[in-house]
């Protein structure tokens, strides 16, 4: 399999099936990271035919961070890191991959391995509309956002690598927008509802 498709199909593993929108720079700074217990531990996404598990666990390195692993309803996982972050009164999770396909570890290992020097592992946004008594996720959508900045091209700085939008903006810039937003369903599409295991 192609690595930067193995790359792309694990966080769209994670985001429920859709392609999420990837940036270069994250959506935090170390002023608004916020760490919250109830996070931690397994949940589990009943909907629909589909049986997946996101599970939250509290890291020291990176500081304040959490390690995600998801497995989807074929028992395959990914692993990636996650920032908790609060901006006015809203959470989002910062997600980018904790582990790469081309590992030692990894069953995917690349043949070459001088590819690799050519990856970054790319940030994707989620908000969150509450943690308990279930967490409450709104994923990013590709297809969606695409809609949003053909209406408005300079909503956010971005550009596009083959088909997919990278969106460039620095952190303040992508604070501002998800902030201005946050309710805009091109941004952040339908809840997702994940329940404690």
């Given at each position: 399999?192609?690595?930067?498709?193995?790359?792309?199909?694990?966080?769209?593993?994670?985001?429920?099936?859709?392609?999420?929108?990837?940036?270069?720079?994250?959506?935090?700074?170390?002023?608004?990271?916020?760490?919250?217990k109830?996070?931690?531990?397994?949940?589990?996404?009943?909907?629909?035919?589909?049986?997946?598990?996101?599970?939250?666990?509290?890291?020291?390195?990176?500081?304040?961070?959490?390690?995600?692993?998801?497995?989807?309803?074929?028992?395959?996982?990914?692993?990636?890191?996650?920032?908790?972050?609060?901006?006015?009164?809203?959470?989002?999770?910062?997600?980018?991959?904790?582990?790469?396909?081309?590992?030692?570890?990894?069953p995917?290992?690349?043949?070459?391995?001088?590819n690799?020097?050519?990856?970054?592992?790319?940030?994707?946004?989620?908000?969150?509309?509450?943690i308990?008594?279930?967490?409450?996720?709104?994923?990013?959508?590709?297809?969606?956002?695409?809609?949003?900045?053909k209406?408005?091209?300079?909503?956010?700085?971005?550009?596009?690598?083959?088909?997919?939008?990278?969106?460039?903006?620095?952190t303040?810039?992508?604070?501002?927008?998800?902030?201005?937003?946050?309710?805009?369903?091109?941004?952040?599409?339908?809840?997702?509802?994940l329940?404690?295991?």
């Open positions: 399999m192609n690595i930067k498709k193995l790359l792309f199909y694990m966080l769209a593993v994670i985001l429920g099936g859709c392609v999420p929108v990837i940036s270069l720079h994250p959506l935090y700074t170390e002023k608004d990271i916020v760490v919250d109830k996070l931690c531990g397994t949940w589990i996404d009943n909907s629909g035919d589909t049986k997946t598990t996101w599970e939250f666990e509290r890291i020291d390195e990176p500081k304040n961070a959490y390690k995600l692993i998801f497995t989807d309803e074929d028992g395959k996982k990914g692993s990636f890191v996650a920032h908790l972050l609060k901006l006015k009164d809203m959470l989002f999770l910062d997600i980018f991959p904790g582990e790469l396909p081309w590992e030692p570890e990894d995917n290992k690349m043949d070459w391995p001088y690799s020097l050519f990856l970054i592992p790319a940030h994707t946004f989620v908000k969150i509309d509450s308990e008594p279930r967490l409450k996720l709104r994923l990013t959508s590709e297809s969606k956002m695409e809609e949003l900045l209406e408005n091209p300079s909503a956010v700085e971005h550009t596009s690598i083959g088909e997919r939008i990278v969106l460039t903006a620095s303040k810039k992508l604070q501002a927008f998800v902030l201005k937003y946050a309710e805009d369903e091109r941004v952040f599409t339908g809840e997702v509802t329940s404690r295991k």
